[in-house]
């Protein structure tokens, strides 16, 4: 099939849209003129604000002609003000300079989100008109005043997330019109009173996240119209009256986190519109109503950590509205084989910690927006149905009485992060289909009578925190592949039939903090790797046929005696065990001279181990790569081509992610339901087509065998005459420009996550630097070309503008890079080097920890010193002002990551550190 010739590519439409946009005010103002009463009452309620409220108000000044145009202000056709609305003005100040008097005939008053302080004024009962209150979020205290219920036309009223204490009015009845109450969030005491139930009009009552005590009246069953009610979050005590039944409307109960008892009322199966019903986390027994979704329209129904008993109803059953459904931590009963249909829609269910038994329904795997089931702690039996209808993220079946094998096909569900299996009956070995779970962050194994071999396979599930196979029958060796699980936290493998020696690769888990391997089979010495492993905290390695020295690592050192009893011989000087026999690891006291030795052959060793792993690395990777999926792509490329052309609805401007100066991005879902990023390259006119292709090509091959985890991973290239195709790794995220920039992201990107990303991105610049034979200079690191995923961790990306660095140096034909991310030698010389990255990344760590480009102070710096540290300028100057300080440990990592990046900055690059020094420093 011949590819049609494309529309020419338009990212960009959008953005004239926004050129030429007009801003029309919307301030309608019927009449110029306001009572001079009013004017006046505004101008010296405005000068007893704090100075910061000035400039949102600066158009409140002149005299009464004008105040009507006044921001936040509108007036009736009579000329006197109806609306006041300063919502968000950022205005700081009290309530009670302001003379409500002076305003008979407003309507409306909305002065929520502002930093407003003090009591709400008794005299805010002046406003006689008064239909709409808003004072919510802000930082309003004392109580609401008795006066308060003179408002007799106040339709809705909010004090939502202030300070407000003591109790509600007694009186609060009065105020009849009433449609909307909403005072959660605040320190509301007491109880509620029961003369609330007069309130007839009363659509909504949101009483949440106080301090109310006693009963919920049962006069609320009187608010025939309520829609919503929320009342969790507080301390009530006693039943749920049943005359909640007679609340029809009902679309939303809240009741969670209070001290309810007895039963969930029956009357409940009355109420058809009923929506949202959140009952957890009291003392509520009895059985679930059996007829709770009668009105078809309940999409979360939650009562967990209750003492629930009775079966799940049948009427749950045809629910098909459902989204979330949570009862675990209660004592339901039944046969759970039966009682559950198929829900389209949803999303979560947790039974677990019931009494619930029969198999896990083969319905389960139709219910095709499910992302989590748990049914863990019943006593279900059965097998593992198919479940690749789903969605599934997460999968708990754990301790129950499941038998048969873990089935291949759970490989397919792709996002699955966290799977439990403990504590079944699973018998078989673990299927290699696992491994295709790169999502997986979660996943035990342990408890069951699994055999045979661990997969090595497990690597593929790269992004691994913990790893569970303890207590099964697994034989063989540890597979060494798992070291290379870079993410890894904790490991037990204990109490299985583990032979052989412990790979040494494992001490490359840098991140471990607990291993266990306990209870096994395992012989030889603890590989001297082990002693690097610098998060390791617990260990575990008693009842082995281990033998020789401890490694030379705190957690071992500080273990307990139990840690490593019922072994071959250990030694070293950790409690309990004798000292080894030479001085080679491990022994303490000893006179100068061999200390000299040690250090000379250490020395030695060393230098050897640096050769050998130089050589190993070289090696490592002339091997022949796994090219598989390049290989596949290349050759298919007329298939993923035409893939991608449909999957772009043929490079479609919606499907447009990013356009930079060299290529448009595209993000793109393949047929294979891979998410992939497409970058489509803009091929000058002029370029000789062919040449510039393969020499793309032969680039490409070899960036294409780059794989470390946090370098964006290059999939395949197109080679398109007209637009080369470049498919990347898809990260969900964005740039890390995007990420300091946008207000919505920045208080979540915490210190950690900050020195973390720095950690990342050093760590991939001393892989390509120095890890890669030939050596790969990057050529454009800035906060535009690394990616952050959703767990901000840091992706490097865009080798567009790399090329190989030739030993024998190579000639470069343009300059690549971005301004103010260059180092300076490049003015004058053509030919970068790593310093340049070593720079570029100076400037990149600069800005994370300052949560903007650091600008001037580079250059501010470098004029002051061209050799030294940052001297003169201080930590707390230079932080990011939009998060809180750092705690102690943070704080000291980010002068370590501060002094680093002023070293990356010098002028000469010579004395600037390598990017291995780096990420040696930045091993906290
Ligand atoms: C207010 O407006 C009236 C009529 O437009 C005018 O006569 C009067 O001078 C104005 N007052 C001031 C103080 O500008
Ligand atoms: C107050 O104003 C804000 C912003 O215009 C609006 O979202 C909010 O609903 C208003 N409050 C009431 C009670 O109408
Ligand atoms: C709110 O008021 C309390 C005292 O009433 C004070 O401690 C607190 O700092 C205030 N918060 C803000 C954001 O102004
Ligand atoms: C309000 O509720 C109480 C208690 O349920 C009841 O006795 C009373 O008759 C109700 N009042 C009205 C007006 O319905
Ligand atoms: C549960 O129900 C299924 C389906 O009706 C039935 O086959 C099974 O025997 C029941 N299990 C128990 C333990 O009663
Ligand atoms: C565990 O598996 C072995 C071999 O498959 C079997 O002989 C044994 O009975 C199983 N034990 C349990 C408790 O299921
Ligand atoms: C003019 C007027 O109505 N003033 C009232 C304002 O509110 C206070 C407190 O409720 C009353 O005492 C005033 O009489």
Not at 246 to 272: A, M, Q, R, Y
Not at 354 to 372: A, H, I, P, T
Not at 686 to 695: H, N
Request: with cysteine.
């Amino acid at each position: 099939m011949a590819i049609q010739k494309q529309k020419p590519l338009n990212c960009t439409s959008d953005l004239q849209f926004l050129l030429i946009f007009i801003v029309v005010s919307s301030l309608a103002t019927s009449s110029s003129a306001a009572t001079e009463a009013e004017a006046e009452a505004l101008l010296i309620w405005k000068s007893s604000l704090d100075n910061i409220s000035m400039s949102p108000l600066s158009s409140w000044i002149g005299n009464n002609n004008t105040t009507c145009n006044w921001v936040g202000i509108s007036c009736n056709n009579f000329g006197t003000i109806n609306h006041i609305n300063l919502t968000g003005f950022g205005l700081k100040g009290t309530l009670h300079t302001l003379s409500f008097p002076a305003f008979p005939n407003l309507l409306s008053l909305n002065f929520s989100h502002n930093a407003f302080f003090g009591i709400i004024p008794p005299s805010l009962s002046n406003l006689s008109s008064l239909e709409i209150l808003d004072l919510s979020h802000n930082n309003i205290s004392g109580s609401i005043p008795n006066e308060f219920v003179m408002l007799g036309n106040l339709s809705i009223l909010s004090f939502q997330q202030n300070q407000i204490s003591g109790q509600i009015p007694q009186d609060i009845y009065k105020l009849s019109y009433l449609s909307e109450i909403d005072i959660s969030l605040n320190n509301l005491t007491g109880s509620i009173p029961a003369s609330i139930g007069n309130l007839s009009n009363l659509i909504v009552l949101d009483l949440h996240l106080n301090a109310l005590s006693g009963p919920i009246p049962s006069s609320i069953g009187n608010l025939t119209r309520l829609k919503e009610l929320y009342l969790m979050d507080n301390q009530l005590s006693g039943v749920i009256p049943s005359e909640v039944g007679k609340l029809k409307f009902l679309t939303d109960l809240g009741l969670v986190n209070n001290k309810l008892n007895g039963t969930i009322p029956l009357e409940l199966n009355n109420l058809v519109y009923l929506k949202n019903i959140f009952l957890s986390n009291n003392g509520l027994s009895g059985s679930i109503p059996g007829d709770i979704c009668s009105g078809g329209l309940l999409e979360i129904f939650s009562a967990h950590t209750n003492h629930l008993t009775g079966s799940i109803p049948r009427s749950l059953r045809n629910c098909t509205s459902l989204t979330r459904l949570r009862l675990e931590r209660n004592q339901l009963s039944g046969n759970l084989s039966e009682e559950l249909g198929i829900y389209p829609k949803l999303i979560y269910i947790d039974l677990s910690y019931n009494r619930l038994y029969g198999e896990v329904s083969e319905n389960w795997g139709k219910c095709q927006s499910l992302q989590s089931l748990k049914l863990s702690n019943n006593r279900l039996s059965g097998r593992i149905p198919q479940l690749e209808g789903t969605e599934l993220h997460v999968l708990d079946l754990s301790s129950n009485s499941l038998v048969g094998t873990i089935p291949k096909e759970l490989g397919k569900l792709s996002s699955l992060f966290n799977l439990s299996l403990a504590e079944n009956k699973f018998s078989g070995s673990v299927p290699s289909e696992i491994g295709m779970l790169a999502n997986m962050q979660y996943l035990n194994l342990a408890a069951n009578n699994l055999t045979g071999f661990i997969p090595e396979q497990l690597d593929g599930c790269g992004k691994l925190l913990s790893l569970n196979l303890s207590r099964n029958g697994f034989s063989g060796s540890i597979p060494l592949e798992l070291g290379s699980i870079q993410s890894l936290q904790a490991l037990d493998l204990s109490h299985n039939l583990l032979m052989n020696s412990i790979p040494a690769q494992l001490g490359g888990l840098q991140k471990l903090e607990a291993l266990n391997l306990s209870h096994n089979e395992l012989l030889g010495s603890i590989p001297s790797s082990f002693d690097n492993m610098l998060s390791l905290t617990v260990v575990d390695i008693s009842y082995n046929q281990l033998e020789g020295p401890l490694p030379n690592n705190k957690a071992f050192q500080e273990a307990p005696v139990g840690a490593f009893t019922k072994n071959r011989g250990l030694c070293g000087n950790a409690t309990g065990l004798i000292a080894c026999p030479s001085a080679t690891r491990g022994g303490k006291k000893s006179n100068k001279s061999t200390i000299v030795i040690i250090a000379v052959i250490s020395g030695i060793l060393f230098f050897v181990f640096v050769v050998v792993g130089v050589l190993c690395l070289i090696c490592h990777t002339q091997e022949p790569q796994n090219e598989n999926q390049f290989k596949v792509w290349s050759l298919d490329g007329l298939l993923v081509y035409e893939d991608i052309v449909e999957a772009t609805d043929a490079f479609n401007s919606k499907h447009c992610v990013g356009v930079g100066g060299t290529a448009s991005v595209y993000k793109a879902q393949l047929q294979t339901d891979r998410i992939v990023a497409v970058k489509k390259l803009h091929m000058l006119q002029d370029t000789d087509g062919e040449a510039m292709l393969k020499a793309l090509e032969s680039e490409i091959h070899i960036l294409s065998g780059i794989r470390h985890r946090n370098i964006l991973k290059l999939y395949g290239f197109c080679a398109h005459p007209q637009h080369p195709l470049l498919l990347y790794e898809f990260i969900e995220g964005g740039s890390l420009e995007n990420i300091l920039t946008d207000e919505n992201y920045v208080s979540n990107f915490g210190w950690m996550k900050r020195l973390n990303v720095v950690k990342d991105v050093a760590n991939a610049l001393s892989y390509i630097h120095h890890d890669c034979s030939p050596p790969i200079v990057h050529r454009d690191i800035s906060s535009k070309n690394i990616l952050l995923d959703l767990e901000y961790g840091a992706y490097v990306s865009d080798f567009g503008t790399a090329r190989l660095l030739k030993p024998n140096g190579s000639s470069w034909t343009t300059f690549a890079g971005t301004f103010g991310y260059c180092a300076p030698e490049l003015a004058y010389t053509m030919e970068p080097n790593e310093k340049c990255d070593v720079y570029s990344f100076g400037v990149v760590a600069l800005e994370v920890i300052m949560g903007k480009h650091p600008g001037d102070l580079i250059s501010n710096f470098l004029s002051l010193s061209s050799t030294s540290t940052a001297q003169g300028i201080h930590l707390k100057d230079v932080l990011d002002p939009r998060l809180l300080p750092p705690n102690n440990q943070a704080a000291e990592r980010l002068i370590t990551v501060a002094n680093l990046a002023f070293a990356c900055l010098r002028t000469s690059p010579q004395s600037r550190p390598t990017m291995h020094q780096v990420s040696q420093e930045l091993l906290f």
